[in-house]
């Protein structure tokens, strides 16, 4: 089926610094999607993006978080400063019509 | 304050044999509910989903059954197969299509030849 990459897999980071995570969606998808896994939680939705917009986010996603898609290359979420909380698994997603979402193998963050 | 809960959290089958994956959910205006299923080291891949307004969903050996009333729904997958081991995520959203998902904590399968 149709592939989402995620890159890097595993990124360590130091508390503080920046980070970016990369999303390569299916090349004809529009709508796109980060979602975040805890150890031990469920995935939780983080924002949608369409049209080069954020549609939604949730209260996951803090004001050090930003999204953005420049000229159909990579989805990016950045995180700036990075706290200890925002380790977890970071799952991107695509989707043609919002419906079926196919998503990547995810990025494990580790902030130390 | 979970919105959609699975059970078991972990269910061990014999190969051949069906095994049922259950899931509810909180929420009434939900009315699109996926199933993803998830390979270590892999993402979750759609592997069945179901609207509200139908009460069974079949794709080969995997069925959902449709409780709308009681807010339940159970994944069947018959004659299970040793490489059918994994974990299975109900999800729910609605109203509308956002692509905005609801996810369960999962139930983990492992399938016994």
């Known amino acids: 089926g149709p592939k989402v990459l995620q890159i890097p897999s595993h990124q360590i980071i130091d508390m503080g610094q920046m980070v970016t995570l990369n999303c390569d969606p299916v090349s004809n998808h529009l709508y796109f999607y980060w979602y975040k896994q805890i150890l031990g939680q469920q995935m939780e939705f983080l924002v949608n993006?369409?049209?080069?917009?954020?549609?939604?986010k949730s209260k996951l996603f803090k004001d050090q978080f930003s999204v953005e898609r420049p000229d159909g290359s990579y989805f990016t979420l950045k995180i700036q400063p990075t706290a200890l909380e925002d380790s977890a698994v970071y799952f991107c997603?695509?989707?043609?019509?919002?419906?079926?979402?196919?998503f990547g193998s995810g990025t494990r963050l580790t902030v130390l | 304050q979970q919105q959609v809960r699975q059970s078991p959290q972990s269910l061990t089958v014999w190969e051949g044999e069906t095994a049922i994956l259950n899931c509810s959910y909180e929420n009434s205006a939900f009315d699109y509910f996926p199933w993803y299923q998830q390979f270590p080291g892999e993402g979750p891949a759609l592997l069945i989903a179901i609207r509200s307004v139908s009460d069974k969903k079949e794709d080969g050996r995997f069925t959902i059954f449709f409780n709308k009333r009681e807010k339940k729904l159970s994944l069947h997958i018959t004659d299970s197969q040793p490489g059918d081991s994994a974990t299975y995520f109900c999800a729910a959203s609605g109203p509308g299509n956002t692509g905005k998902l609801i996810f369960g904590l999962g139930t983990t399968l492992q399938v016994q030849p």
């Open positions: 997603a695509s989707s043609f019509s919002a419906e079926t979402l196919y």
């Open positions: 993006f369409y049209n080069g917009k954020v549609m939604e």
